[in-house]
């Protein structure tokens, strides 16, 4: 199978998977300090993409401050804004996991889907106070079969991913059976690569496009968003860089194309 790229309809079985840290919808002009909203500009890029599965961290449940300060800025929740098509061509189911909670607002992870989201389930995975992350799991119904999408968002401390992979793996180990069809992506903030071999080993999975530089977004160097997988042939892989997705978040999305095996 040739492998498509961003814009083109993907071929009839083929399953296109991105993962993108949205930075909330709010970016800082390129070259100013000014705060900008980002989410509409988002939400169309998004669908352009012609994605099936779409991981997403940053995304923002509620914010009254960011409501009062930016106009048009969405009255529902982004992982639902950000699922509508503006067009309506398309929609997305979505999913949304609240990791971190404040006074004006919360914001998690969240999964759209193309395909029926059967079940999801939320984990707080916080390793001490100053940062609250959680992992969203949710099954997808594929061809009469089930996906388990795991959407991540690790921390800035290098002890802290390391037992966050840990509880990942012993979670996946426990509750997903070994044949099953499995995606693991997000911002794991794995910089160093210190992780990789640990999920790999353990749940036999392989990573996708183990180059890629997602961050920061204009002229990206750090390996910060990743992809794994388990159960899926991969067609082909690439990053989405460059100025017109520098103005939407400070990362830069990760797509790839897989087939599913039988």
């Keep these: 199978m040739t492998p498509t790229t961003p814009g083109d309809t993907p071929p009839s079985g083929a399953l296109r998977v991105a993962t993108y ?7 800082r002009e390129l070259f100013g300090l000014r705060r900008v909203s980002s989410v509409h500009a988002l939400r169309s890029r998004l669908h352009e993409l012609d994605a099936d599965l779409i991981f997403l961290q940053e995304v923002q449940g509620r914010n009254e401050q960011h409501a009062n300060r930016f ?3 969405p009255g529902e929740p982004q992982d639902e804004f950000l699922a509508r098509s503006p067009t309506l061509k398309h929609t ?6 609240r990791n971190a909670s404040y006074l004006h607002g919360h914001h998690g992870n969240a999964l759209l889907s ?3 989201i059967v079940r999801k389930e939320n984990r707080d995975f916080s390793d001490h106070a100053l940062e ?4 969203l799991h949710c099954v997808v119904r594929v061809d009469k079969r089930n996906v388990h999408c795991f959407v991540i968002h690790f921390g800035l401390f290098a002890r802290s991913r390391e037992r966050q992979t840990d509880a990942l793996i012993d979670w996946i180990a426990r509750e997903v059976p070994q044949r099953s069809p499995l995606l693991i992506a997000g911002d794991f903030n794995d910089w160093r690569d210190h992780l990789s071999r640990r999920l790999i080993d353990s749940l036999q999975v392989s990573e996708v496009m183990g180059s890629a530089r997602t961050f ?3 002229v990206p160097w750090l390996r910060m968003d990743r992809i794994y997988q388990r159960g899926f042939t991969l067609q082909g892989a690439r990053v989405l860089r460059g100025p017109s997705w520098a103005r939407l978040s400070d990362h830069a999305p990760l797509v790839a194309d897989f087939t599913l095996r039988r």
């Design 216 to 218: 920061p977004a204009l």
């Design 132 to 135: 609250k992350r959680g992992v």
């Design 21 to 27: 840290n949205i930075h909330k919808g709010v970016i």
């Design 92 to 97: 997305f189911e979505s999913a949304y996991g």
């Design 71 to 73: 106009e048009q800025w």
């Design 114 to 116: 193309r395909f029926p």
